[in-house]
């Protein structure tokens, strides 16, 4: 690079006259040497983009295989607040000497369960594999297994080297993520030599306190970059649910003088159901210890030919204290053998019982009362303008009579028909872990045709209080239904249903068969059966439910259903083929996706009730899995697709306006798209009174968008309905609900 300038240049004049001058100015080409301009952040920085460059170096994966026995300790501990007596304090010192010894942040806890697991570890990298062999288990207290179970999903595993800490649906940037600088400032703290070399204490702290985010410091091998250490929080006003507090920490060794590999990770959680707690009612704990890494020994084959990723040894089962105190890596502390003693009886305080009355009855709407459960209590009563004021009495029989075995009725009785329904069910739980169920049900009621599953019930209180008034396709059914449920391997699910339904004709809805003819009833019996694999996918056993927990891969299912005439009095031949893909794209701090694609056709000439009667809605709940502004039977085919697509921004769009941001609203948008055609057999079949439509060339559009979270549970969309125009005229609609979420 150059510039030209020109060279000084003097000249006499004479002072007193008029001087004529003709200046010449000679060129001066002079050359520039090239500037570099470097970002200098500070030593943090710089410290921070040498770790990040040897991360993947660094982290325990990078090994070809290793193994490892790892100790874990569980403790749930609950406020004592209204769930200990000062008298009971008073009579049992014991107790007395625990809650003095454990007060976290002001407030004192008392163990209602802990757990210790002994297992052994195995990692390879290529092909990946995972295997946890557990050799011990020991746990006391808190006797409601899917309790325990679902609070010990927070029990997440995490490793400071990946992008993101998982937490249920939430995403949290850890301090070395690939674009720290987006989430994070650093600072550098100090330098101290250890063991011939030295060590950087790196500071961090959020950009945005209310984004779900850390703050702490980091110790750094300056020799290797590798974490040696680490000590994080989240801050009190991250945009989180139920999640009051999160601590994480963890330290590091160094194995064979080459590599840091994990001496132990301690992870502090305080939940609250409700944010109008101030102190967290509930804390999980979770101490994992790691020892005796080999990293030269091959993987056994019975590990790498196991299929399923953590197995039970032969040795599990019942072990002595003192075998317990040779096997553990660290003693217990006094208060975590007091625990041991304690648990029990604080399980049997009256606190204790009251809190577990209210788990049950928040999880189920079922009033416990001993062996019998009572409800739901959303339908004890309702109305509709064929059965007028409807009253619903139903029992089954509670977990703590059984629980792998339930029975269970309901009666209802209508002032407007005068008359009696009702319906009865039993099931067997064979086996938890794996899968293994079978169920039966009968009922002679009415039900709400073109209603998803997933909907309220029609004679839920809170669906007639937001009814749009479409009672009048009900139908009464009479019913038999015995399915099975058997979990093959981990992610593979299989089943099998056989049903027999009886659909009475109404005024409302006749009912047409082959021929033109009118009928008062049709019989169907048929039987399906279905197939499900996701990979990796592991569940939450909730009430005799199975719920699913976060894996990064689809769901995919298949089924096929069919029912031959003449047999078990069906009317008609038909084959159904149903195919479906659920997916759950985590975008990380830009929120998730959930998206659905599902699809089927019928062979086989069908009345209306056995086409497919796509879901609409006749509230204003919002439905996230029906149709929010189509009515019922507005849509009725044979061969259908449908596409559903919701993205959740957990907070990304409300968490910098200031004043909005505490009550953590976060934004969600929405499409849905559906098609589908009935063959021109099966349209006949359908009664033009009903006034069904069909789709011609245009799919049926939806579009919402809304905002959720709204005090932790309240949701509100804005529905517009982009194509066939509906009959009221109405394309835009507001829908809201309560859904709760992380």
Known sequence: ??????????????????NVLELRLEPDVREIKAVVVRRDEGPAYRLLDSVLAHKARNRPSHLPHYQCDIYTKQQIEFNTKGLITDEQVLANAELASMLDSNHTAGAAYIPVLISETLSQFYYRQSPKLHREVIQASHISGLDEPSW???????YFDFDLYDNNVELVNVAIPTPLNDNARLFYRYYLVDSVPQNGRSTYQLGFRPREAASPSLY????????????????????????????????????YSLQQDSVWLPDSMITTLGFAPLPIFEKAPALMRKNVTYSHFDLSTPLPRTITRATTPVLLSDSV??????????????????????????????????GSRIIHWLYQFCTSFYIPAGYIDIGPVTQLYSYNDIEGHRFRLGLKTSDKLSGHFYVGGYVAYGTGDRAFKWGGMTGVLFSKSPWRALDFEYYHDYRLLGSASENLAYDDIFQFLTSRGQSRYLAMLDVFRLSTYVECIQGLDVWAETSWRKIHASAALPLLVPGGDTVQHIVDASLTLGIQWQKNVQYIILNRQRLPTLTPYPAISFSVSGAHKGVAMADHTYLKLYSS??????????????????GGIFFGELPLPLQELHSGSGSYILSPNSFNMMSYLEFVSDRWVQFTIYHHFMGILFNRIPGIKRLSPR???????????????NRRLIPLELEVKEFGHIPYVEASVGIENIFQLLRVDLVWRATHEP??????????????QF
């Open 667 to 681: 934004g969600v948008i929405g499409a849905k798209l559906l098609y589908g055609h009935s063959t021109l057999p």
């Open 581 to 598: 893909i659920d997916y759950k794209l985590q975008l990380r701090q830009l929120g998730y996706s959930k998206m659905s694609l599902s």
């Open 216 to 251: 702490g410091r980091l110790s750094i091998d300056s020799a290797t970059y590798a974490l040696q250490s680490f000590n994080c929080q989240m801050p009190l006003r991250a945009n989180v649910n139920y999640i009051t507090s999160l601590t994480m920490q963890g330290s």
């Open 727 to 740: 009959d009221w005229k109405k394309s835009l609609g507001v829908r809201g609900g309560i859904f709760v």
């Open 148 to 154: 325990s179970q679902f609070l010990g999903k927070y």
């Open 1 to 18: 690079c150059q510039y030209t300038g020109y060279k000084p240049l003097k000249v006499a004049i004479k002072l007193g006259e008029v």
């Open 317 to 350: 089962g019942a072990m002595s204290d003192s075998l317990w105190n040779d096997l553990r890596p660290k003693p217990l502390r006094h208060r975590e053998q007091l625990a041991y003693r304690l648990t029990d009886s604080v399980m049997r305080a009256p």
